[in-house]
């Protein structure tokens, strides 16, 4: 089920609200019927924001992707791409572990990123994986490897609290 903010825009006054609150709104309206995973999107000036919800708790949520599209990146040059990289590894210090950009692609316009260190256990491994594109694309997703096995996408565990800070700096990052 794809929800967006115009279904929600009548629980609460959309005219006042950010973009990352318009998404958490259309998140807990999406929760009310069906089951999970849940699509939720909301678009403002440019700026499109896509969650693939899997639980939404009073203290705490997970989901297996963050999609932003930014109108505003489509087409820049690698250095644009590369400050807008830069600016969420200095924002998103606040998650498991730090990103940092690993690699760039000049030709093809892309960073990635993933976290530096990753989180190691007994038998695996975790991180997360950040690739913002010219394309104007940015996507988050959580991944987890066994050792001597190929990596599996995970679903990321936040607080509410996180979980509103996170979109909030996808969502207007420039």
């Not at 708790?57 to 599209?69: I, Y």
């Not at 087409?75 to 590894?89: D, F, M, T, Y």
């Not at 491994?125 to 997703?141: A, D, F, M, N, T």
């Amino acid at each position: 089920m794809k929800w967006s903010v115009g279904a929600v825009r009548n629980i609460r006054t959309g005219l006042d609200m950010t973009l990352a609150e318009r998404l958490e709104q259309a998140a807990e309206a999406a929760t009310i019927g069906g089951s999970p995973p849940w699509s939720v999107s909301v678009a403002e000036g440019g700026v499109e924001v896509t969650l693939e919800l899997t639980a939404l708790e009073s203290l705490a949520c997970s989901f297996e992707r963050l999609d932003v599209r930014n109108l505003a990146w489509t087409g820049k040059p690698i250095g644009e791409i590369k400050r807008v990289a830069e600016e969420l590894a200095a924002r998103l210090t606040y998650l498991l572990e730090a990103i940092r950009p690993i690699e760039v692609d000049p030709e093809q316009c892309v960073v990635q990123m993933r976290s530096s260190p990753p989180r190691r256990e007994e038998d695996k491994s975790s991180y997360y994986e950040l690739i913002v594109e010219r394309s104007g694309s940015l996507s988050l997703r959580r991944y987890e490897k066994q050792f001597g096995d190929v990596r599996r996408q995970v679903p990321m565990l936040l607080t509410r609290e996180v979980f509103r800070r996170l979109l909030g700096d996808f969502a207007t990052v420039k």
